[in-house]
Protein backbone atom coordinates (compact mmCIF):
# COMPACT_ATOMS: atom_id res chain seq x y z
CA UNK A 1 0.00 0.00 0.00
CA UNK A 2 1.96 2.93 -1.04
CA UNK A 3 0.35 6.64 -2.22
CA UNK A 4 1.99 9.07 -4.93
CA UNK A 5 1.54 12.15 -5.85
CA UNK A 6 2.97 14.29 -8.46
CA UNK A 7 3.86 17.71 -9.05
CA UNK A 8 6.07 19.83 -11.37
CA UNK A 9 3.81 19.54 -14.48
CA UNK A 10 2.69 22.51 -17.07
CA UNK A 11 3.57 24.21 -19.78
CA UNK A 12 6.74 24.47 -21.87
CA UNK A 13 8.18 25.51 -24.55
CA UNK A 14 9.78 23.62 -27.30
CA UNK A 15 13.60 23.26 -26.39
CA UNK A 16 12.77 24.28 -22.37
CA UNK A 17 13.31 22.43 -19.06
CA UNK A 18 10.95 20.61 -16.12
CA UNK A 19 11.18 18.99 -13.46
CA UNK A 20 8.91 16.61 -11.75
CA UNK A 21 8.33 15.18 -8.72
CA UNK A 22 6.60 11.89 -7.19
CA UNK A 23 5.97 11.99 -3.28
CA UNK A 24 5.35 8.16 -2.15
CA UNK A 25 3.98 7.79 1.42
CA UNK A 26 2.73 4.81 3.16
CA UNK A 27 3.97 1.29 2.54
CA UNK A 28 7.71 2.75 1.42
CA UNK A 29 9.70 0.39 2.60
CA UNK A 30 8.14 -2.10 0.39
CA UNK A 31 9.26 0.03 -2.69
CA UNK A 32 12.18 -1.10 -4.73
CA UNK A 33 11.84 0.67 -8.04
CA UNK A 34 10.07 3.82 -8.86
CA UNK A 35 10.30 5.47 -12.20
CA UNK A 36 7.91 7.31 -14.38
CA UNK A 37 5.48 6.86 -17.31
CA UNK A 38 3.63 9.01 -19.74
CA UNK A 39 0.76 8.54 -21.86
CA UNK A 40 -0.58 10.74 -24.63
CA UNK A 41 -4.62 10.63 -26.01
CA UNK A 42 -4.78 7.92 -28.45
CA UNK A 43 -1.14 6.74 -27.71
CA UNK A 44 -0.11 3.40 -25.44
CA UNK A 45 1.89 4.03 -22.04
CA UNK A 46 5.01 4.02 -22.20
CA UNK A 47 8.06 4.01 -19.70
CA UNK A 48 10.34 7.13 -19.60
CA UNK A 49 12.65 6.49 -16.49
CA UNK A 50 12.94 4.03 -13.50
CA UNK A 51 15.29 3.86 -10.96
CA UNK A 52 15.97 1.16 -8.06
CA UNK A 53 16.45 1.79 -4.82
CA UNK A 54 20.21 1.41 -5.43
CA UNK A 55 20.03 4.03 -8.26
CA UNK A 56 20.11 1.98 -11.12
CA UNK A 57 18.76 3.49 -13.63
CA UNK A 58 17.22 2.66 -16.86
CA UNK A 59 15.76 5.02 -19.10
CA UNK A 60 13.90 4.87 -22.44
CA UNK A 61 15.32 5.56 -25.92
CA UNK A 62 13.30 8.63 -26.03
CA UNK A 63 14.73 9.99 -22.70
CA UNK A 64 18.01 8.99 -22.94
CA UNK A 65 20.31 12.23 -22.85
CA UNK A 66 17.46 14.84 -22.45
CA UNK A 67 15.91 13.14 -18.84
CA UNK A 68 17.21 12.28 -15.84
CA UNK A 69 15.61 10.43 -13.14
CA UNK A 70 17.04 10.71 -9.42
CA UNK A 71 15.78 9.68 -6.17
CA UNK A 72 15.91 10.60 -2.70
CA UNK A 73 15.22 7.56 -0.45
CA UNK A 74 15.12 9.87 2.49
CA UNK A 75 12.28 11.90 1.44
CA UNK A 76 10.50 9.54 -0.68
CA UNK A 77 10.74 11.07 -3.58
CA UNK A 78 12.02 10.45 -6.88
CA UNK A 79 12.14 13.48 -9.69
CA UNK A 80 12.45 13.37 -13.10
CA UNK A 81 14.54 16.48 -14.68
CA UNK A 82 13.62 16.96 -18.50
CA UNK A 83 15.84 19.35 -20.83
CA UNK A 84 15.76 20.07 -24.49
CA UNK A 85 11.67 19.12 -24.34
CA UNK A 86 10.15 18.11 -27.59
CA UNK A 87 6.34 18.48 -28.58
CA UNK A 88 6.08 14.44 -28.69
CA UNK A 89 7.08 14.81 -24.97
CA UNK A 90 3.51 16.34 -24.20
CA UNK A 91 1.89 13.68 -22.06
CA UNK A 92 0.52 12.83 -18.63
CA UNK A 93 3.32 11.53 -17.02
CA UNK A 94 2.74 8.98 -13.98
CA UNK A 95 5.18 7.98 -11.08
CA UNK A 96 4.78 4.60 -10.47
CA UNK A 97 6.44 2.81 -7.60
CA UNK A 98 6.43 -1.47 -7.71
CA UNK A 99 6.74 -3.90 -4.90
CA UNK A 100 7.49 -7.67 -4.73
CA UNK A 101 4.69 -7.43 -2.06
CA UNK A 102 1.54 -5.56 -3.73
CA UNK A 103 3.00 -4.95 -7.86
CA UNK A 104 2.65 -1.76 -9.25
CA UNK A 105 0.85 1.39 -8.20
CA UNK A 106 0.63 4.51 -9.79
CA UNK A 107 -0.23 8.09 -9.15
CA UNK A 108 -2.76 10.28 -10.50
CA UNK A 109 -0.54 11.73 -13.15
CA UNK A 110 0.70 15.53 -14.20
CA UNK A 111 0.10 16.90 -17.26
CA UNK A 112 3.47 18.17 -18.84
CA UNK A 113 2.14 20.56 -22.49
CA UNK A 114 5.23 20.79 -24.60
CA UNK A 115 3.93 23.69 -27.54
CA UNK A 116 5.21 27.05 -28.52
Known amino acids: QVQLVESGGGLVQPGGSLRLSCAAS????????MGWSRQAPGKERELVASITSGGSTNYADSAKGRFTISRDNAKNTVYLQMNSLKPEDTAVYSCFARSAGYGMRWGKGTLVTVSS
Open 26 to 33: GSTFSINT
